[in-house]
């Protein structure tokens, strides 16, 4: 299975920090922020990783290259302008190739990824979700018995790591799209599973949620 990292974002949130420095790259815990990510899919067997990228580009294909530090080999895919989270996952579907794959956001830091054989079925996406965070309180979805739904009353966050079908994405015209309308469509034709991931996990969102996090897991260490 190969696994699809996004990292093209312009980080604007995470200004001043980024205005030099694109977001992948800050550095938490001694490494840059997506290198967690590499480690963490190499540990889960994973060896082809594909990265989409925009603002300061050369920048982080500078520092990462063809993924061989990490043993990993990282292809790319290069946006122009940003392309939101779906047309971003369409432009490099050519890279990925037809089968399921392993979705990460770059700006999330999680200890764990979800099983990567975790879809079933005709299922198109299996969505790792987490305790509402306090900057996101009201929640994304509700989850029962295993599956995604809208109805639910109580609601949890989706974590921003999935596992998806490229299936999700047919049909879409080429060009700038979010993934979330796709992700409510199948949903709604019941075609997504989810967990309910109960471990560390942070949206490294602003400046001051990467500094807690720095805390914590210096602390962690020791």
């Not at 047309?87 to 399921?100: D, H, N, S, Y």
């Amino acid at each position: 299975m190969k696994a699809m990292i996004l990292a093209a974002g312009l980080g604007k949130r995470m200004r001043p920090l980024t205005d030099h420095c694109p977001k992948p790259l800050l550095p938490v815990a001694g490494k840059p922020l997506i290198v967690h990510h590499l480690e963490r899919l190499r540990l889960a067997g994973i060896h082809e990783v594909v990265i989409n990228v925009s603002y300061r580009a050369e920048q982080i294909v500078a520092a990462l290259g063809d993924g061989g530090a990490y043993g990993l080999r990282i292809r790319w895919s290069r946006e122009t302008t940003p392309l939101e989270t779906g047309g971003g996952i369409q432009q490099a579907l050519p890279l990925l190739g037809e089968a399921p794959f392993l979705l990460v956001n770059g700006d999330v830091w999680c200890a764990a990824l979800p099983d990567p054989q975790a879809l079933q079925g005709d299922d198109l996406a299996h969505l790792m979700l987490v305790e509402n965070p306090p900057q996101h309180a009201s929640g994304d979805f509700g989850l029962a018995g295993g599956r995604v739904n809208q109805t639910n009353t109580e609601r949890l966050t989706y974590s921003g790591i999935s596992v998806i079908h490229p299936g999700l994405l047919a049909g879409q015209p080429q060009g700038s799209f979010a993934l979330a309308p796709l992700l409510r469509t199948a949903i709604d034709n019941n075609q997504v599973s989810g967990e309910h991931y109960k471990g560390h996990w942070v949206d490294v969102g602003t400046p001051e949620r990467l500094a807690a996090l720095e805390r914590q897991l210096q602390s962690e260490r020791g």
